[in-house]
C-alpha cells in the first residue's frame, strides 16, 4: 500500500502547477489551463496586493517577478512581467515573487517599499505595489541604476494619480539604502533558494486537462502532430488578451516555453540564429549586437514586463499586421524555420503571410527559429515606429528600409511595412522605382509616389489611411536624408548604436 501511495503521489504531482512561493513549494492542481497567475493570486492565494487593472498588461498594477534556475549555474535570473496576461501553468519550475514577499519576516520594509515611503512615492496606491515590484526586479540585476534604466524599468507602469516625480526619485535612490537582510542582491545565488527550484524542476512534460509542455522538439513535434488542432502558446502577451479581454475558449494548448532546443539562441558569421521560445529581451539584446540603427524599436516594441514574457517567435508566428518586428526582419532577409513531424523547411519571412491572420503553415506545423542574416558590406538600414505614444503603444504603421548603393546608384533595395495591409510586407513597386537608379532626391520622390501602388491602407482608430499613406512616404524620404552620403554613413551607423 505505501508503494502505491507513493506512485499516486508522483501522478498527482505530475499533474499540477509546482513553482516557489515565500521559499515554499507550492503546488497547485484542479484549476482551468486558462487561469491566469493574477487570479491565482487574488482569488485562490488571497494575495490580493497584486492588483488588475487592464487585465492586458499594459498598466502594470499586477507587475509581478519570476525567478528561473539556470541551466549549469547556481544562480536564478529575476525578471518582472503582467500576471494578468500571464498563464499559471508556464510559471511551472520557476519562483513566484509579489509585493507581498518583499517585507522582511518581523516587518521590517525591502529598501524599495522603504524608498517608495521617504520620497512620498504612494499617492492612491492602487498602482503601488506594481511599480515596487518593477523597481525590485531593478534592484534584483543593477547594483547601482541611474535615472535611465530607472525610466525604462517603469515604462510598463502606469500611475493614474500622475505622480511619477516621487516614484522615479525613489528608484534612484533605493540603491542608496544599507544591504537588507531579506531579499539583497545576494538571493540570486543563495544556495537554499537555488536548491528549492531544483527540487521542483520536471524531467518529463507537464501534462494538464487542456494543457501540455513537451520538454524537448521531437517531443513537441509529436504532440502537435498528434494534435493539430491545439493552440501553440509562447510568451502568452496576444494569447493571454484573448483569455482575458476576448473571453474565449481555447483548445488544448501545447506551452513551447520548454523546449530546450527552441530557448537556445547564437550568433556567426552567418548571422542569428533565435528560438521561438526565446524571450524578447534576449532576443533584441542579440539583435541589437548586429544591427544597433534598432535601439529605438527594440525600446518601444514594449515594457521590460512585455518583453519577458514575449518571445520573438510569437510575434514573428502571430503575424499581425502591425506586429513590429516584421517590417524590419523582411527588410533584412531573415527566414523562419519551420517544422511538422520530422519535415523541416525554411521560408523567407515575407512569404510566411498569406493574409490577414493566414500564414503558409499546414495543421501541426510550427516554428521552430527565426534566422536573421548578418549585416552586409555597405548596407544601409533603418526603421521607423509611429505611434501617438513613444512607450507602450500599437504602431498606426512601422516601416524598415535596406539598402545597398555602389557608385551612387540603388544596387539592392528591400522596403517592408507594417499597419499598411492586411499582413506586413514589401513595397514591391517602390523597390523597382529605386533599383538602379540613382540615390538622389529625384529617385526617392518617384519612389514615394510609387507606395500609392504598393499599398491602399484601411482608416481605424489609429490613423486614417490618407494619414498612413502620407507617413509611409515621408518615412522613405526621413531614410534618405539620414542616408544621403551612403555608403560612408553607412559604414558610421554600423559602427556605433543609434541615438535614442
Not at 508522483?10 to 487570479?39: C, H, K, M, W, Y
Not at 525554411?346 to 521552430?368: H, I, N, T, W
Not at 559604414?491 to 556605433?496: F, I
Amino acid at each position: 500500500m505505501a508503494g502505491s501511495g507513493s506512485q499516486d503521489q508522483a501522478i498527482a504531482a505530475s499533474a499540477a502547477v509546482r513553482f516557489v512561493l515565500d521559499g515554499q513549494s507550492v503546488s497547485v492542481a484542479n484549476l482551468p489551463a486558462t487561469t491566469t497567475v493574477l487570479e491565482y493570486l487574488r482569488n485562490v492565494a488571497h494575495r490580493t496586493g497584486t492588483k488588475e487593472g487592464c487585465a492586458e498588461g499594459d498598466c502594470g498594477a499586477c507587475t509581478v517577478v519570476l525567478g528561473e534556475l539556470m541551466a549549469g549555474a547556481q544562480q536564478v535570473h529575476y525578471r518582472a512581467v503582467n500576471s494578468c496576461i500571464r498563464l499559471l501553468p508556464t510559471i511551472d519550475g520557476q519562483e513566484l515573487v509579489t509585493v507581498e514577499s518583499l517585507a522582511a519576516p518581523e516587518g521590517t520594509l525591502h529598501p524599495v517599499q522603504q524608498a517608495m515611503v521617504d520620497y512620498h512615492a504612494s499617492q492612491c496606491g492602487f498602482c503601488t505595489p506594481g511599480f515596487v515590484m518593477s523597481l525590485f526586479a531593478l534592484y534584483l540585476n543593477e547594483p547601482s541604476p541611474d535615472r535611465t534604466q530607472v525610466l525604462e524599468a517603469l515604462s510598463g507602469n502606469l500611475c493614474r494619480c500622475t505622480g511619477y516625480r516621487p516614484i522615479i526619485e525613489a528608484g534612484c535612490q533605493m540603491a542608496a539604502y544599507p544591504k537588507p537582510a531579506h531579499w539583497s542582491r545576494d538571493e540570486p545565488s543563495a544556495p537554499a533558494r537555488c536548491s528549492a527550484l531544483r527540487a521542483i524542476q520536471r524531467q518529463q512534460a507537464l501534462k494538464l486537462p487542456g494543457f501540455t509542455a513537451p520538454r524537448s522538439l521531437k517531443e513537441l513535434a509529436a504532440t502537435l502532430e498528434a494534435n493539430p488542432a491545439a493552440q501553440v502558446l509562447a510568451g502568452g502577451t496576444d494569447v493571454g488578451l484573448w483569455v482575458t479581454k476576448q473571453l474565449r475558449e481555447l483548445p488544448a494548448i501545447v506551452y513551447v516555453g520548454e523546449v530546450a532546443e527552441l530557448k537556445a539562441a547564437s550568433s556567426d558569421a552567418q548571422g542569428l540564429s533565435i528560438g521561438a521560445a526565446v524571450p524578447l529581451t534576449q532576443a533584441w539584446a542579440l539583435i541589437l549586437k548586429s544591427y544597433p540603427q534598432l535601439t529605438e524599436l527594440a525600446l518601444r516594441f514594449g515594457s521590460p514586463p512585455v518583453q519577458n514574457s514575449g518571445t520573438l517567435g510569437g510575434n514573428v508566428a502571430n503575424g499581425s499586421p502591425i506586429g513590429d518586428s516584421m517590417p524590419a526582419l523582411i527588410a533584412l532577409g531573415a527566414q523562419v524555420e519551420l517544422q511538422r513531424g520530422s519535415s523541416v523547411r525554411r521560408l523567407a519571412l515575407e512569404q510566411l503571410y498569406l493574409g490577414y491572420q493566414r500564414k503558409d503553415m499546414a495543421p501541426g506545423e510550427f516554428l521552430v527559429r527565426v534566422l536573421i542574416p548578418a549585416p552586409a558590406a555597405g548596407q544601409c538600414f533603418a526603421s521607423y515606429k509611429v505611434a501617438k505614444r513613444f512607450d507602450q503603444d500599437i504602431s498606426a504603421l512601422c516601416a524598415a528600409f535596406a539598402l545597398r548603393i555602389e557608385h551612387s546608384h540603388v544596387v539592392a533595395v528591400r522596403i517592408a511595412y507594417g499597419g499598411m495591409a492586411a499582413i506586413p510586407s514589401r513595397a514591391a513597386a517602390t523597390e523597382q522605382a529605386l533599383l538602379g537608379q540613382p540615390w538622389n532626391e529625384a529617385s526617392v520622390e518617384k519612389a514615394m509616389r510609387a507606395l500609392g501602388e504598393d499599398f491602399k491602407p484601411l482608416t481605424d482608430m489609429r490613423a486614417s489611411s490618407g494619414y498612413r499613406l502620407q507617413a509611409a512616404a515621408q518615412l522613405l524620404r526621413r531614410f534618405f536624408l539620414e542616408h544621403g552620403a551612403a555608403p560612408q554613413a553607412c559604414r558610421a551607423q554600423q559602427a556605433v548604436a543609434a541615438p535614442l
